[in-house]
């Protein structure tokens, strides 16, 4: 059935794609074939392999929208969504194969919850399927210093997916697999290109949530993730963009009363981060994260709009988990999202 037509919602399907012509030869197929309800696009972030030759060869169909620079996660859909009109965009990586049946269900979801904004599907791993995905598993939530983690996924710590989890409202949902409401999308600024990539997604909906919006994580849409297709975890690089970015969204989001205090903290632990970095021989990283806080102290003395989001939209402050999860993860050896102490849980 097409959900698209009998809930009168147009949907595109928007693949960034990166120097990624494996991915879309393996993936592409099977994205097509689950994904009736939407019209799929692939964005051309800059590629320099033969990606664009090849989709012309073997998927002449498929919609295309490309340009001459990688614009990073952030700068790539803003510039590609402004070309498409629809009703939802679903920001999907090009590593994903969708199981049957996951957009109508995301679509039916939205149908009955007007107050979501953005939803993802359960993230489970590619290679491992009865495992949930590092990147979102089934919805994430932020500690009381910024700390990214998951349902079925704190850390490094991953979990089966045994139905544990259900569908529910949740603070974050994964960039690998994002369906938003275009005119939310919009309302609050789009993705931060500031972020280039690496938590975009979860200052996205931070500010969705700081309008007033819901996000939410729905257990009867699937998809496998392979992960790691464009920055492997250690690179360098990745690890700037995680430790500048994450001062920045703290930075953009936090109350004003707790900002400076939690800020210098976050710093503190930074800086174990690179020691820690340093004893292991791993030098590039530990100058990764000096350079991450460089930039991110340029960014609070020269960036202008740093907020992001309309002034008749910023309704609220929004906490998640008031806890440290480094704390109960370590000390109190806490490595199960049941294991922990919501003030108010989500349903």
């Not at 009736?36 to 090849?54: Q, W």
């Not at 089934?138 to 210093?145: E, K, P, Q, R």
């Not at 609050?188 to 979860?202: K, N, P, T, Y």
């Not at 991450?292 to 709009?305: E, G, I, P, Q, S």
Request: charged residues 20%; hydrophobic residues 40%; neutral net charge.
């Amino acid at each position: 059935m097409d959900f698209s037509y009998l809930c009168g919602m147009s949907v595109a399907i928007v693949i960034l794609n990166f120097n990624g012509k494996d991915f879309l030869a393996k993936f592409l197929p099977k994205v097509i074939e689950n994904s009736p309800e939407g019209r799929i696009y692939v964005a051309d972030n800059g590629s320099t392999d033969d990606s664009l030759a090849y989709l012309e060869t073997h998927f002449p169909n498929i919609a295309r929208i490309s340009w001459n620079k990688n614009l990073g996660y952030a700068g790539g859909y803003n510039y590609a969504l402004k070309q498409i009109e629809a009703n939802y965009y679903v920001l999907m990586n090009s590593d994903i194969e969708p199981r049957a049946h996951w957009l109508g269900e995301l679509i039916a979801y939205f149908s009955h919850h007007p107050e979501v904004a953005a939803a993802q599907p359960f993230l489970l791993d590619y290679q491992k399927p009865d495992y949930f995905e590092y990147a979102g598993a089934a919805g994430g939530y932020w500690d009381v210093l910024g700390y990214p983690f998951c349902r079925g996924r704190i850390f490094d710590h991953i979990e089966i997916n045994e139905g544990q989890y259900q569908t529910s409202k949740v603070d974050w949902a994964t960039g690998a697999c994002l369906m938003v409401r275009s005119q939310a999308y919009w309302e609050v600024g789009g993705l931060d290109e500031d972020f280039f990539a690496h938590m975009e997604e979860i200052d996205l909906c931070w500010r969705l949530r700081r309008a007033g919006h819901e996000i939410a994580a729905v257990a009867e849409s699937q998809v496998l993730h392979v992960g790691g297709g464009t920055l492997a975890q250690g690179n360098p690089f990745k690890t700037y963009l995680n430790f500048r970015n994450n001062l920045i969204l703290l930075y953009k989001n936090l109350a004003p009363g707790k900002k400076f205090s939690h800020l210098i903290l976050r710093m503190i632990l930074d800086g174990v981060a690179g020691l820690k970095f340093m004893a292991k021989g791993q030098f590039r990283s530990f100058i990764a994260i000096l350079k991450a806080h460089r930039d991110f102290y340029a960014y609070v003395l020269f960036k202008k709009n740093k907020q992001n989001l309309p002034a008749g939209f910023q309704k609220k402050y929004v906490e998640s988990y008031p806890n440290s999860i480094l704390l109960d993860y370590f000390l109190t050896n806490k490595k199960v999202f049941g294991e922990l102490k919501f003030k108010n849980p989500k349903s």
